[in-house]
């Protein structure tokens, strides 16, 4: 099947910590900029006077480049949590980044009430095997208070030498007292997609977060899973849970491999690049078998665009918790010197029209994140399979416990990720369903 690689450089998450935004192969779009003759000059005027003051009061001496610096700082933090500055060694590390590795804590994080908010942890890197949870309120750094501290000052004393400890304490929902976290940091390598079978016929794929090779990533896995259960899956559950977003590029992409037409998504701004749509490509890998979506508060800005996108085409039922709610576009847009901006410069909708900014995509069926446990009992109940010289069924004893480990199993999966058990059996009634209707 095609999959669609437009040459947009939109980067759709926030800030990371210990990461850097997968925005795609290519160059950088370079845009002009308007002419200054429509400038404020009595501001400017007023910002000239400040910058004098500092300059001669100040009670200590400022260079030049960094008061202006700071300038742009302020100006661009003013705007909206995800519009930033980035000097000449933050856009190397965002460009680097496109290679799914880099080094940190492996957290994606944004500025909440003067802390550091966790939007996601990603998988398999030390802040998730520390314990971290999307939600999380980031007060202390070691011994620093957060805050006082912008974002980017706060994700350069996370970032460190690999091996290096941080200690973060951390105020959760629900906790009385904080947590403090202590993290190993490392080098983060990102693998975007994993996959296994859930039960014959049956397949799960998780994207944790969106790259520009995940679409591909993605058809593979699916293509072997479709290999191992004689060609075809009965159904799928895409799982989505902690996926704090990446490239607009690679969220297409997997939209379309489960799409045969129509809208994916569309963005509106100011400027006339800024208002794109992206339509599906005929064919879907899964040759309409149902799907199942998981999503949960952590799951951001990419992630909202899939699971919106195939909600609103009845594609797939999207199970789990309201969604971040991430629905802005931000551009990188290189300067002169070696430096760039990352402006939000549009919204995005889905096919139906919805902006999700601030209000997230509502699941069709919402399930709180639970633990499961076996209930103990003291006595067994007696079954037939109990009483003596008991008839037998007529099965070997190979056929019975190949049975008994199937159920241990399901029960397993219970326990250990209540969601995806639900999932499951969701799309077992849908896969009958559907073969009742063939």
């Known amino acids: 099947m095609s999959i669609k690689r437009e040459n947009v450089f939109l980067v759709l998450v926030g800030l990371i910590a210990g990461l850097s935004i997968s925005i795609g192969s290519g160059v950088f779009a370079e845009r002009e900029t308007k002419s200054t003759a429509g400038l404020p000059v009595e ?44 000097d000449q060694e933050q856009f190397k590390e965002l460009q680097v980044g496109t290679s799914g590795e880099f080094g940190g804590l492996g957290i994606e994080v944004g500025m909440e009430d003067g802390f550091v908010k966790v939007i996601a942890p ?56 904080p947590l403090k976290i202590d993290i190993k940091r490392d080098i983060i390598k990102v693998k975007s997609v994993k996959s296994r079978m859930l039960e014959d016929g049956f397949g799960y794929v998780r994207i944790s977060q969106f790259q520009s090779k995940t679409a591909e990533n993605m058809v593979d896995a699916i293509e072997k899973l479709k290999k191992d259960s004689d060609g075809a899956l009965k159904g799928m ?26 809208l994916i998504v569309y963005t509106e701004g100011r400027v006339s690049d800024s208002k794109l749509r992206f339509n599906a490509t005929p064919d879907d890998i899964l040759d309409t078998a149902p799907m199942v979506i998981l ?33 802005s576009v931000q551009t990188i847009l290189p ?30 069926i ?3 994140q639970v633990r499961v446990s076996a209930v103990e009992r003291s006595i067994d109940p007696i079954k037939e399979a109990d009483l003596s010289r008991h008839l037998s069924n007529g099965k070997d004893k190979k056929s019975k416990k190949s049975a008994e480990e199937g159920e241990e199993a399901e029960e397993s999966l219970a326990e250990t990720d ?7 059996n969701l799309l077992k009634g849908l896969a009958i369903q559907r073969e009742q209707m063939l």
């Open 366 to 368: 919402e399930l709180d």
């Open 295 to 327: 999503v949960n508060q952590g799951s951001a800005s990419a992630s909202e665009i899939v699971s919106g996108a195939l909600q609103d085409h009845h594609r797939a039922i999207v199970v789990g918790t309201p969604t971040f709610g991430k629905g």
């Open 237 to 262: 559950v895409l799982d989505l849970r902690n996926n704090p977003g990446g490239v607009l590029n690679g969220a297409v992409a997997v939209s379309d491999a489960f799409l045969k037409k129509g």
């Open 418 to 424: 209540y969601e995806l058990y639900e999932a499951l």
């Open 122 to 177: 990603i998988d398999d890197t030390p802040a998730q095997r520390a314990g971290i949870e999307a939600g999380d309120l980031i007060i202390r750094l070691d011994d620093t208070p957060v805050k006082g501290l912008t974002l980017n000052e706060a994700v350069k004393i996370m970032r460190g030498k690999p091996g290096t400890v941080l200690r973060l304490t951390v105020v959760r929902e629900g906790v009385d007292q």
């Open 335 to 364: 300067l002169s010197n070696g430096t760039a901006v990352k402006l939000t410069t549009a919204r995005y909708y889905t096919p139906s029209g919805r902006s999700i900014q601030a209000e997230g995509i509502k699941p069709d």
């Open 43 to 86: 501001e400017l005027r007023t910002f000239s006077d400040v910058f004098g003051r500092i300059k001669n009061d100040y009670v200590e001496d400022v260079e030049d480049s960094e008061m202006l610096n700071n300038a742009i700082r302020g100006m661009l933090s003013g705007l909206d949590p995800h519009s930033s500055y980035l």
